[in-house]
């Protein structure tokens, strides 16, 4: 069983691939265990919505066609809608998105900074990474809010998503610069460390540290499930 | 009369200020003798809206607040949907977006660099000064378009704007630190130059280039006057 968090080094298992028919999101399990209180959970989930949002800016701003700024900036579309409605629900609840957002900055962009990308296409595997792990990572931490508040963010995050489109400009890219694969693939490996050390960052643990581990263990296994088959349809090893 | 393209150098006298309660717009004068073709225009507008989004997000990326971030998020997202409503526009009109922005590429990025700014209150001053001029520039140009869609893109750019959340900010930050305004104005002043370079080469001339170069002077003249009226706002000499 993967466990990125333990101090022990232990032999990481990866799930095996499967083929493109399969869905991209599976909720078999989800973290209600650990759901901070509803305006820890907007606050933070607002501001990595918006970190994720600057990253389609950034490469919607370096992106070499406007085929491509095009595409980029659907996806960014998506993201600050996601953005702007989870804002809406902090003042639904009657907080103030920035004071809420505050305390996630430190961690948020020091993972910001380390999944920049030393150029285009590294941003938007980043773009196409991270969005996907952390969306799904916050639709199952979300199943912990109160009922009413958990039903709309739900709703948030099963709203449209500029990932299909991510990946038809990524697969073009590799497509028509085969060497770009390899690197490419390291890079999506890399990411993956960073956006769960940031999404482990976002629980909120027990007493009991060592069985709260063992207890997210399946649900970062099912979502490096889905990061793998995110790296498959683009061909790459995940 | 001012007249900025002369090649010969003329004193241009600058509108006096106006009270703050002033309509920050004017419609006195438009351009239609010189609107390119539905199609020509649209791309044009659609990439110099993705250009004014691209200026916001940098200033969101860089703010150092997460007050400041989520006053810029809403301008983007204001920005962001009027690129987008230009884009669906060019859809109605059975034209593809990334081909017909693509002719504008190279004065719109040449335009954007020049007004890039050397830290985020410069960059915030080029999203507040550029984004009013050139709305208000496309606004008077696209009178000259097919009663249809001239009616439609009227709307869009008559729809909600970041502007006063910008000049909040930058208010803000001006009271915080004036050794900021003269460096502030002088950037301001420095905008003009691009902005109505990149407005200028937006416009289709006919034959008599003298007589076309009379009738545009009073449409620019007004914009000048308004942005005049816009640094004015910030307590700032234009």
Chains 1, 2 share one sequence.
Request: net charge negative.
């Amino acid at each position: 069983m993967a466990n990125w968090f333990s101090r022990k080094p232990r032999r990481i298992e990866i799930p095996r691939l499967r083929s493109r028919g399969d869905d991209l999101v599976t909720t078999k399990v989800d973290l209600h265990e650990f759901t901070p209180d509803l305006m820890h959970f907007l606050g933070r989930a607002a501001y990595v919505q918006l970190t994720l949002f600057e990253n389609l800016s950034r490469a919607l701003a370096s992106a070499p066609t406007t085929a491509a700024k095009t595409s980029i900036s659907r996806a960014a579309e998506f993201s600050l809608a996601k953005h702007r409605r989870l804002v809406d629900e902090i003042q639904h609840a009657g907080g103030d998105a920035a004071a809420l957002m505050e305390p996630s900055t430190a961690d948020v962009d020091r993972f910001e900074r380390a999944t920049h990308g030393a150029d285009w296409f590294e941003t938007l595997v980043t773009c196409y990474v991270t969005a996907g792990f952390l969306d799904d990572f916050f639709a199952r931490l979300a199943v912990g809010l109160p009922a009413e508040p958990a039903r709309r963010v739900a709703t948030i995050y099963a709203g449209e998503s500029g990932e299909a489109l991510l990946a038809a400009l990524l697969e073009e890219a590799i497509g028509a610069n085969p060497r770009l694969a390899s690197r490419l693939a390291m890079w999506g490996r890399r990411l993956v460390g960073d956006t769960m050390l940031v999404s482990r960052e976002s629980l909120q643990f027990g007493e009991n540290h060592r069985s709260d581990e063992e207890r997210i263990e399946p649900v970062f296994t099912e979502l490096i499930a889905a990061h793998t088959r995110r790296m498959d349809l683009l061909g790459l090893t995940a």
